[in-house]
């Protein structure tokens, strides 16, 4: 047996049935090993589109998604995506191929520091160091990734341990479990305290706490306390326009209770006018620490400490009161306008049209994938869906279509939407034939609005009306690009045409690109007041 053998042996062992990956000289021993062996690779256009794909994998299964590139110039061209992954605290484990040990440091082909150049976007890194230990490093990268506060972990792979013979046929390693803290019993004991003589107390979640398995935790904890919670995933933080009135809600609240989110710029470090000043903020956090913004500070795992002030939360009585209603209520209210404007027939098409025309189908249980800009900030404002995922607190624009392949991968029964700007399109639109290679048939829908909208608005905002530059586009036919890559492809000019549209690419049965020519117009913000609109 091989090092790259026991290396697929254990990634089998690990439920791991797609690997992620862009090929190259260092990594095609594990190509090779996967034959026959159960473990397929999904062969992507560009390195970072297959860590946004491990990325995604790893927020919608909550196991870690595996991402296998090249040495050098092909692992630094995933480590953007590894900064999402990060911030998305998402589990996964990216694999390099790496110059092999006798030639280190001797100028090797791609030789470079790439545990270094990972490190400030993972939650470990290192280089293998042996063939015979090649199954423990995956084992170990997998637990790391998928423990306390989950995210992207790096293990470099020289080519020579991958070639190399084991020095004895040895059973490929199953999963680790890593112990990860618990708070102290008089810790939740006092957060209990807090909240329960709160009047207005608001949970905050991160990435991680929102989604599936955790959030269940929360929305239990939630109806035993009557404490809400509101979840802080959008780099446009308490401005996230998906949170709708509730922004609003928050410099009302008296007590905070940070669960599993940082004290960051997205919750603007607690500070006024987003928090009333004498808000009471508490953090549960597995690297929480004291501060002076925060009165109690559990160092822990969320999770398990949820599991833990549920408990308790059940031997005492808990006074309702109307503030759970009216948080609920508020997250539900959109502006009274967005109704007339979501059946305005005018062109361009108002980007609330697109969301009206999509909405049916989120209804019907397909899944949405939101990235950034000013249409992708709509779509999330204007958007329910059962499972949704976004760019993210990193920020970054770009990942929507990968992570729309990794849904399809994960979820094939369900209708997959990709909801991006002109702009956002380019970065990763090559992945539509990958999506064409694969049978994943997932749905873009471009809004083109001829910009980079986020970066002109801001323009406008900061230098004036006058002093725009440099971020137009043309209105470009994506759609007949798609076709060239043998998907199917629709240019959307009416609001009347959206939903035929919509249903023609569905019913195509092939990865789609529906390019709707929409009005550039600024994202709905809400702000202090805007409660009740
Ligand atoms: C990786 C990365 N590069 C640049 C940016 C800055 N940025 C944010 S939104 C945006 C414009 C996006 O344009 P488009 O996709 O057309 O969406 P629009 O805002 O026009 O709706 C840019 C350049 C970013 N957030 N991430
Ligand atoms: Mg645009």
Redesign the pocket.
Known sequence: MTGAELLVETLRTHGVKTVFSLSGNQILSIYDATIDREVGLLHTRHEAAAAHMADGWGRLTETPGVALVTAGPGHLNAI?ALYSAQMAESPMVFLSGHAPRAQRGRGAFQEMDQVGAARPVVKAAWVAESADGLGDDIARAFAIAASGRPGPVHVSLPGDLLEAKLSDTRPAPGPLRLEAPRPADAAVRRILDVLAEAKRPLILLGPAMARAKRRALVDRFSEITGVPALVMESPRGVNDPALHAASACLPEADVVLLLGKALDYAVRFGQAPAFAPGARVLRIDVDAAASERVAISAAADPALALDQLTAAARERAWQRSAWADEVARARATVPAEWGALARENRRPIHPLRVCAALQPLLDRDALLVAD?????QWAQAGLEAGTRMINGLS????SAIPLALAAKVAQPDRTVLAV??????GFHAMELDTAVRYGLPIITII?N?A?????HQLQRQHYGDTRTVACE?LPTRYDQMAVALGAHGALVERPEDLEPALARAVASGKPACVNVLID?LAAPTYGAGAKGH
């Open positions: 953007s950034g800009g000013e249409f992708g920020g970054s624009i770009g991006l700007g002109d702009g956002t399109f809004g609005d910009r980079w909208n986020a970066e586009l550039g």
